[in-house]
Nanobody, 124 residues
């Protein structure tokens, strides 16, 4: 079965960095577009960043552009989210998602598989 397993979350201070990882199994990783979403308490799950199955130019939400970088290593079936200059408003559970398709939608409903999430907390 398909599994997406996130890791790398934690408690950091404002301005710190973290790198999240998402290891995928049970799917043909190279044909899935992958995304990172986050959900803060009491809020909807929102798109953060995504990368197409073939690579190409990643897509970012305006709130993280210039601070976060998404990348993928198809040899390891893994994607990463490098998060720099973290702010308290970045505090959320971060989810990895996979989509079998040639586009990069921002709606969570368009993604087929999800990880269990990893908590990122940024203290001020």
């Amino acid at each position: 079965q398909v599994q997406l397993v996130e890791s790398g979350g934690g408690l950091v201070q404002t301005g710190d960095s973290l790198r999240l990882s998402c290891a995928a199994s049970g799917l043909t990783f190279t044909i899935y577009s992958m995304g990172w979403f986050r959900q803060a308490p009491g809020k909807e799950r929102r798109f953060v960043a995504g990368v197409m199955w073939f690579g190409g130019i990643p897509k970012y939400d305006d709130s993280v552009r210039g601070r976060f970088t998404i990348s993928r290593d198809n040899a390891k079936n893994t994607i990463y989210l490098q998060m720099n200059s973290l702010q308290p408003e970045d505090t959320a559970v971060y989810y990895c998602a996979a989509r079998n398709g040639g586009s990069m939608p921002t709606s969570p409903a368009e993604y087929h598989y999800w990880g269990q999430g990893t908590q990122v907390t940024v203290s001020s």
